[in-house]
C-alpha cells in the first residue's frame, strides 16, 4: 500500500515514488524526511463491494458489516473522518486487518462484505476477472481530499535538483498525454514492458484516472488549500499529530521549473 511505499523513499530504498498524499504526511508527520513534488489526482480512496451481495452508495450502508482493510495504508488513515461526516461511530462496522492482496481475496470468497481500495485498481481488476465489482470514493462519502503524488527524499530536492526537475517534467508530458490518449499510452507501454501487461486492464484504470485528475495548470501543481484541508483531515480525524503545516510535506518549486521543451 501507499504507506509501505512512502517508506521505500524515505529510506532511499527508490529515489521516487507514486503515492497516495494522505499516506505521506502520515509519514511526513512522524519525522520520515520526505516531500510531494506534484499531485496529479484527487483522492482515489474508497471502498469496493459486489453488486450481488452489497451495494454501497452512502456510508450507513455499511453499518454492521465487514470490511477488509490493510494497517497503515491511505484509505485506514481517512476512514475515521469519513465516520465522522456520516455519523457513524468506529463500532458501527467491523475492520478486518488483512495484507493488500488477503484484503481483496477475501472480498472475492465472500469473507467480508466490502473493501478499501483504491478506485482506479482493485475493483478493474474484479470486474477484469467476472466479478461485478462497484466501487464508492471517499469523497463521494462526504470527505475530498488530494490523491496520488510523486513523492521523493528531501536529500534530493538539495542534492539532485535537476533530476526533481526532469522527473517533474516527464511526468507532466507523460501523464498529459495519457489522459489525451489512452489507447495510445496502453499500446505504448505494453509495448516496451519487460514483463507481460494487461492491456485491458491498464486502460480501464487509466480511464478511471481521467475522472480523477486535478485538472491543476500547470500539470502536477499541489493546490496549498486543498493539501491544508487534507492534513487538518487527518489531524481531527486520522490521529496524526505534527505542528508543521501542510507546506512542509510538498514543494511546488519543481513543478514551476519544470522543462517543457
Not at 173 to 194: D, G, I, N
Not at 198 to 227: K, W, Y
Request: with cysteine; proline share 4%.
Amino acid at each position: 500500500g501507499s504507506g509501505a511505499t512512502v517508506r521505500q523513499a524515505g529510506m532511499k530504498h527508490d529515489a521516487f515514488v507514486w503515492a497516495d498524499t494522505s499516506a505521506l504526511l502520515v509519514a511526513g508527520a512522524q519525522g520520515l524526511p520526505v516531500k510531494a513534488v506534484m499531485v496529479v489526482t484527487k483522492s482515489n480512496l474508497g471502498i469496493v463491494s459486489l453488486e450481488d451481495h452489497l451495494v454501497v452508495r452512502t456510508a450507513r450502508d455499511l453499518i454492521n458489516k465487514k470490511i477488509s482493510a490493510t494497517p497503515g495504508d491511505g484509505n485506514t488513515q481517512i476512514w475515521p473522518a469519513v465516520l465522522a461526516a456520516n455519523n457513524m461511530t468506529a463500532s458501527d462496522v467491523n475492520l478486518v486487518y488483512l495484507d493488500a492482496t488477503a484484503a481483496v481475496a477475501s472480498l472475492r470468497t465472500g469473507r467480508v462484505d466490502a473493501a478499501f481500495c483504491g478506485v482506479s485498481d482493485q475493483p478493474v481488476t474484479l470486474r477484469r476477472a467476472g466479478f461485478r465489482a462497484r466501487a464508492v470514493t471517499f469523497a463521494e462519502l462526504g470527505v475530498p481530499t488530494l490523491g496520488s503524488a510523486v513523492i521523493t527524499h528531501v536529500d534530493m530536492l538539495r542534492e539532485k535538483p535537476d533530476l526533481v526537475r526532469r522527473v517533474v517534467a516527464a511526468t507532466q508530458r507523460s501523464w498529459s498525454a495519457a489522459l489525451a490518449e489512452p489507447e495510445a499510452a496502453v499500446e505504448a507501454l505494453v509495448q516496451t514492458a519487460e514483463f507481460p501487461l494487461n492491456a485491458g486492464l491498464l486502460l480501464e484504470s487509466l480511464r478511471v484516472f481521467q475522472g480523477l485528475a486535478t485538472g491543476a495548470s500547470p500539470v502536477g501543481f499541489i493546490d496549498a488549500t486543498a493539501m491544508q484541508q487534507t492534513l487538518d483531515l487527518l489531524k481531527r480525524y486520522g490521529g496524526v499529530k505534527t505542528d508543521f503545516p501542510a507546506s512542509e510535506f510538498y514543494s511546488n518549486d519543481f513543478i514551476g521549473r519544470a522543462i517543457t521543451r
